[in-house]
Every structure is written in structure tokens, then in C-alpha cells.
């Protein structure tokens, strides 16, 4: 094996660890529901189609765009345990990497394949989103090598069967496929028949699922809720990602596609520039361009490399010049990444954020109404006391119902938020919905003002504007010790509240 390769191989042993490492301190908000729905599927043998776990909402017509993967969670963590939910999540996010680097000339690889590698690492735990990245690093490896493409271009169509059952990510794949199909028929001024009814048949594919159309009503709504990029921290702008792996990969990505920008093709161009604005407005959909980028990346690599070739002894400069800027990424990067571990051992999981002994606490003092709770919690009390409905969970911030009984609400996100802010009194939620408990974090007890790069959101009347400013439960509190509810359980974590 030349050094090349091993460069290569060592760069996916070393996130292979990191990716484990990751997963095992990390437990994603919505893993909870995703647990409890796999194990409904699996014992009844039906999929979802009504909401079980808010009492806000219970007339909305629950689409699980994850039944497939919320199966597979639960069939492995009952019978394994969560440690091997952990190593497959992992070794998918490995998966992503080992897809980009089939077929491509290693030489160059190292830096952005270590850099897109940093960059998911903020990203992994057990979530179905990697699967996305998984698939969309096979189907960019695909579409980007015509061989590969000519010879397993009908097998999209069947990629797609099965993507469409376990993410919504499967609707980036298809803004893709369908981009490089068109605009390539338009460049060439005809379209290929083939690749044509490459496109038709990925399409009617992703129609295969059990709700049929509503599957991509329900990915739209996500992905068109503007909301979302001002009030869930994840999907708030890339400005506020301080990973800087990203922003390393960012530049010379950026670079490289602008100096060589007449050498690739629109299709190429346009994706690109598409995923670049959709993973400067989210840090979500930061994971999507770096891999969808990654192929233009390193060939502009090679690029740069060919014109070095322009000048006396310019290609032995060039390879000096990426060992050393190779090393600067390790140098910049890697002492942040030690910090993360080092703070992890040293202070805790990330796990130890949820309320574990107040939930066992409610669980052996059930309360007879219901319960209010953070929407970051939601997810966990799904899994640890199912028994109770939550008002708000990682399933709901988007969901819109305008034909919602008044005894519910037509869009419980957009009230949670406003019962924090104070704009709705606790007093008239409580008695709607019959809450007679309130558990909250014993961080979120008092105002707390989002700042931005230092500046009070409260205090700034141009940010006011789109980001939610108090993100404390304080509010409530102060309401609810007037209303003279108790404090009935309290440990480092959480703080329960009863009527």
C-alpha cells in the first residue's frame, strides 16, 4: 500500500474513534421518540399516522419520514443496548468518508476528506440524518464519475426506494439528481433518454412509502419553516458554527470552485452554489454541502495542482505547500478537538443533561394532570414515562393545524415559545390542558437574554427581530409560585413543580 493510501486509512481510523467517542457522551433530544415509535411499529406491525405523544396537538396527522430507521433503532437497542447504536451510527458516519473516497485520486484527498470528517464529527450521534449523508456521499459518488454513472445509474431508482422509508433527507437527493439530469439536458441541448427515466423512476420511488405524496408535504414543511432558523439553536445561521474544521474547508473549498469556476460544469456550479447558501443559513444542512461539495473540492485540488505544473520545479512547491497547509489544519483543529474531549471527561456526558432522576421521580409519583416541559426534554420523557403525553417534542416545530379542535392548539411550538416570553399567561395553558406539573431545568430558572457574538438580543432591536431572546423557563416560574405551586423534587438537574 503506497503512503497515499495510508494517509487515507488513517484519517478514517482516526474518525472511526472520534465518531464512537462522539456518540457514546452524546444523546440527540429526539432519540427518545424515535425509540417508542420503532418499538410501536415493530410490535403492531402498523406505521404511525396520528400523533400519540402530545396532548397540544393530538389531532395532527403525524407523518414518521423515519419509521424505517426508528425500527432498526429499536429492533438493536432492545436486544443490544445503546452502546451498539453508538458503533453503527458511527460507522455510518465513517461510511460517508469511505464513500467519498471510492474512486478518486488519493493524492490530493487528505486534507478536505480530513476537514469534511471534523466538520460531521459536531454532527454524530444517533440520528437518521447520517443516513442521509451515508447515501448522499454513494449517490455524489455516483453522479460524479461517468463511468460509474453509465454502468449503476438504474440502480438509483432503488436507492431511492429505500431512502425515501428512512429519512426525509431523501428529498435533497432528488433536488440533485434532478438538477444534474435537467441542467445537463439543457447544456446539451437534448436530454438523455436514460437518464431521464432515471429521474422519473427515483421519483415514483420515493412515492413508495406509507403515506404516499403527504411524505413530501411533510418534508416541505420543515424545509420551507423559516421559523425554524431563529428559534432552534441547530438550525441557526453557519455563523454561529465555531467548528474550524468547517471554516478551514470552507475557505480553500470556496477558493478553489471560484478560481476554477469556468472548468466545471453548470450542473456542478449550480448544486454547489444551491448547498452553499442552504449550509450558510443553517447549520443543519452544513453536514449536506460539505459532502455534496467535496467532489469539486478535490478536483479543484487537482486543478491547482496541474497549473502549478506551469512553473519551473512549480510541483514539488505545490506538494511542500500541501503538506504544510495539511499541517496547519492538524495544528488548528486538533487542539479543538482536544478541548472537547478533555471537557467531556473532566465535566460529564452530554447525557447527563436530561433529567434522568426527575423522570424516575414522576414515574413512581405519577401526576394525574399533565406535564410541562422543555421542548429539548420532550423526546427524552417520550422514552423514560411514555404513560405521560408531552406538550411539546423534536416532532412538532413545525406542525401547523388550522383545523384543530379548540381544545388543542393549531401550532404548539410557536405557543411554547410564547408562554417562555411571557405573552402567554401559564395560568390559562395550564388550565386548557390540564397541567398540574411543570419540570425544568434547574439552569433555565432564571432570564436569561441569547447574545450573539456578545451582543443582548433583548437590547438590540435589529436582532430582536428574529431570534427568540428569553430562552428561560423564569417566566413560568415566577408565574406558578404565585399561582402557589410547589417545589416538590429538585437535584442538579432538573427541578419538578407540582399544583
Keep these: 500500500m503506497q503512503l497515499k493510501h495510508w494517509i487515507i486509512l488513517l484519517i478514517i481510523l482516526f474518525y472511526i474513534a472520534g465518531f464512537i467517542f462522539r456518540a457514546e457522551v452524546t444523546l440527540d433530544p429526539d432519540f427518545g421518540w ?51 447504536l453508538n458503533g453503527i451510527f458511527a460507522l455510518l458516519g465513517v461510511g460517508t468518508l469511505y464513500f467519498l473516497s471510492r474512486g478518486i485520486d488519493v493524492r490530493w484527498a487528505g486534507v478536505p476528506l480530513f476537514l469534511v470528517g471534523g466538520t460531521i464529527l459536531e454532527f454524530i450521534g444517533i440520528r437518521p440524518q447520517i443516513i442521509t449523508w451515508t447515501l448522499l456521499a454513494l449517490l455524489m459518488g455516483i453522479l460524479w464519475q461517468k463511468k460509474v454513472w453509465q454502468k449503476w445509474r438504474f440502480a438509483i431508482p432503488i436507492l431511492f426506494l429505500f431512502w425515501a422509508n428512512i429519512h426525509g433527507g431523501f428529498a435533497i437527493g432528488i433536488v440533485i439528481l434532478g438538477w444534474f439530469v435537467i441542467v445537463e439536458a439543457i447544456s446539451n441541448r437534448r436530454i438523455d433518454a436514460k437518464d431521464g427515466l432515471v429521474l422519473l423512476l427515483s421519483v415514483v420511488a420515493t412515492l413508495c412509502n406509507p403515506y404516499g405524496y403527504h411524505l413530501w408535504v411533510e418534508v ?4 420551507t419553516d423559516s421559523n425554524l432558523r431563529w428559534s432552534i439553536q441547530e438550525w441557526y445561521p453557519a455563523v454561529y458554527f465555531t467548528n474550524l474544521a468547517f471554516w478551514l474547508y470552507v475557505v ?35 453536514p449536506i454541502f460539505v459532502v455534496v461539495s467535496f467532489y469539486p473540492t478535490l478536483q479543484g485540488i487537482q486543478y491547482l495542482y496541474a497549473e502549478a505544473g506551469d512553473y519551473l520545479y512549480g510541483k514539488e512547491r505545490f506538494v511542500r505547500g500541501y503538506i504544510g497547509f495539511f499541517l496547519i489544519c492538524l495544528f488548528l483543529y486538533l ?30 409519583h405519577l401526576p394525574p394532570g399533565n406535564i410541562f416541559a422543555s421542548y429539548d426534554w420532550g423526546g427524552f420523557l417520550i422514552w423514560q414515562l411514555p404513560e405521560k403525553k408531552e406538550f411539546i417534542d423534536g416532532r412538532m416545530p413545525s406542525w401547523r393545524n388550522q383545523s384543530a379542535f379548540p381544545s388543542e392548539s393549531t401550532y404548539a411550538f410557536g405557543d411554547y415559545q410564547k408562554i417562555l416570553q411571557g405573552t402567554i399567561q401559564f395560568a390559562s395553558v395550564s388550565k386548557k390542558y390540564d397541567i398540574d406539573t411543570v419540570l425544568v431545568s434547574t439552569s433555565d430558572t432564571k432570564v436569561q437574554h441569547l447574545k450573539i457574538l456578545g451582543i443582548d438580543v433583548e437590547k438590540n432591536a435589529f ?10 423557563f423564569a417566566p413560568v416560574i ?15 438537574t432538573a427541578i419538578v413543580f407540582k399544583k
Excluded: C
Excluded at 397540544?56 to 433503532?73: A, K, L, N, Q, R
Excluded at 416541505?220 to 424545509?223: E, G, I, P, T, V
Design 34 to 84: 424515535h425509540l417508542q415509535f420503532g418499538r410501536m411499529i415493530t410490535k403492531t406491525h402498523t406505521i404511525p399516522r396520528d400523533d400519540l405523544y402530545s396532548y397540544s396537538m393530538p389531532s395532527y396527522h403525524f407523518i414518521d419520514h423515519e419509521w424505517g430507521t426508528d425500527s432498526m433503532i429499536a429492533g438493536i437497542y432492545d436486544k443490544f443496548g445503546i452502546t451498539a
Design 220 to 223: 416541505a414543511k420543515s424545509a
Design 252 to 286: 480553500i473549498s470556496f477558493f478553489l470552485v471560484i478560481r476554477y469556476r469556468r472548468k466545471f460544469s453548470p450542473a456542478a456550479l449550480g448544486i454547489y452554489a444551491l448547498l452553499f447558501v442552504s449550509g450558510m443559513s443553517s447549520m443543519r444542512n452544513i
Design 335 to 364: 487542539p479543538q478537538l482536544g478541548a472537547f474531549v478533555y471537557g467531556t471527561i473532566r465535566y460529564g456526558d452530554g447525557q447527563n443533561s436530561y433529567p434522568r432522576g426527575a423522570a424516575s421521580y414522576l414515574s413512581q
Design 463 to 472: 436582532l430582536k427581530r428574529f431570534f427568540t431572546s428569553n430562552t428561560s
Design 478 to 492: 415566577t408565574q406558578i409560585k404565585k399561582m402557589g405551586w410547589k417545589e416538590v423534587y429538585h437535584d442538579k
